[in-house]
């Protein structure tokens, strides 16, 4: 990390009392240096990242950190507050700030710049220098490794493999000589693991260096896979077969987990590797010592919606409404992009050429350079084709999600299949859980050590097509279809009072829990519809991005009328949810409804099912599944659009101020000041 940081990068006497003023504070510093273009513009995709997950760190750590397209060189700034500020870790404020900047295609260099830092951070070494420095230049010297300590990390690693190289030769050597069992006594326990998160840099590392570290402390092996955003190393399979136990600290899908079948299994968040990683080899000493073998390792907890949750519970013990939901997601999630990509390019052919174009004859024999309707023509046609591939890849990637990549080939086929029977997107999920299933059952038939190498690229694929197809052609196609034809009649059909009702619904859900399962559940309801768009599905879509709006936007707009109600912090994240709510992120309220539930929760519930129910009835369309207010002029009635969210946005806002100003006590009163510097108390 030799040029990423130099003194002028470096604040020992940072001022800033929230995450925001902390960012900006350090940005300057970066535009000052020419490493950042745009402070404002690099400020705000700061803070949609923070949106995504809190990025504070036990142990007094926060690493602010995003890719941007305002940032032209890789850059790390640091900061040391001695108030403390409030980065969401569980354990407090953080005293050293580390704001971390890359360019918005560098995912090597973001790499390189996180993971070597969050390995780092974990040396209480390094971290009581960073507190104790007094020279801007030799602490930007310490951070590049210019002055490391007495016994560097890389040394340690090294020591660790060679004395594990040791014991692997005493081991061998003794069972030679004496039938193994003076080795068998020398031999440690050996834990192998899986770190990943949503970003997959940062936490990702700290939860392998902790893993790693807690290992050695108590004797015991940990060899750790790092399932980063550029990709992974797999564990060799002979680390793998002589592992005890397995640990996954994760909080996105662990790729390629049948390596890891028929062993002892801890499955928590990313977090938990950080945490408490003690605790968990410990839990995993003694599922090894009971005999408690895992017997769904194919299956994983479900990725995104609680990103950073240190608690997580186990695959194998998991309820299955919960794997089923984490199965539906993973496909959804893959479905998405086509969706997006195929459902703007077709909007944006209507907006040139009209709902005609549709019936265009093919680009491909009839195209003019100069006529916008060929232009048209073109992106209707680019986008019909993107939205070819919804329910297959649906279908692949529920598969996938259930027995990962055995599953993939029968998945496709099956959801392919669907679209043949006109079962839509109902016979996508059914193929998808089918051939998921299928292929599970056949993972679990024992077979001979010479079929064990060709079964999961030819038999299992060939076996399980085979069944899926007879299921989809001739057993379940059918019934799929009908069911499917009558939910799109019903859609269709919607009108006064039982659209308004959908819109209620749909509205409140988005709203409950703001990015949790049931917001997805609608969400996917929406999003599935876009597979075979029809009005009424249109309809749909539109109300659930309408919903999802409100909330940050309800509280960004409480906090800008009646400051006094909310904490500085709070005051701070209001700003950013105008932005965060006008994109459809509405995980932007989460912070306001973690700080008060019993009052911002029902408030945005009641905001986001009025916007839903008017949406509804307005008859407002919309074949993008994302965007905000920036895809408005793709969306049918854009203005009573507008008008739907602004009056959500209103009722949410207006029941939050008047339950926040019922209490008979403020905020301030815990230490925040009122927005002119003053202690504020709030009355009925």
Known sequence: MSELITAELVDLDLSATTKDAAARSLAERMVAAHRVTDLDGFLADVAAREAQMPTGLDGGIGIPHCRSEHVNAPTLAFGRSGAGIDFGAADGPADLIFLIAAPAGADDDHLTILSGLARRLMDPEFTAALRAGTDPRAVAALVRGEEPPEEPEQERVEAGKQEQVQVQEQTETGTEAAGGTEAAENVPFRIVAVTSCPTGIAHTYMAAESLAAAGRAEGVEVTVETQGSAGFKKLDPAVVAAADAVIWAHDVEVREKSRFRGKPLVDVGVKAGINRPAELIAEARRKAERGEIATAPDSDKASGSGAGDDSGSDADHAHFGVRLRTYLMSGVSYMVPFVAAGGLLIALSFAIGGYEIASAKSVADHFVWGEADSWAALLNQIGSAAFGFLVPVLAGYIAYGMADRPALVPGFVGGAIALTVNAGFLGGLVAGLLAGAVVMAIQRVPVHATLRGIMPVLVIPLIASAVVGFLMFIVVGKPIASLQNALTDWLNGLSGSNAVILGVILGLMMCFDMGGPLNKVAYAFAVGGLADPTPGSLKVMAAVMAAGMVPPLAMALATTVRKRLFTKTERENGRAAWVLGASFITEGAIPFAAADPLRVIPS????????????????????????????????????LYLLAIAAGTLVATALVVLLKGARRTAPEASGDAGADGSRVTVAA
């Open 604 to 639: 945005v519930m009641a905001g986001g099912a009025v916007t839903g129910a008017l949406s509804m009835a307005f008859g407002a369309t919309l074949r993008a599944p994302h965007g905000g207010v920036f895809v408005v002029p793709l969306i049918g009635e854009p203005f």
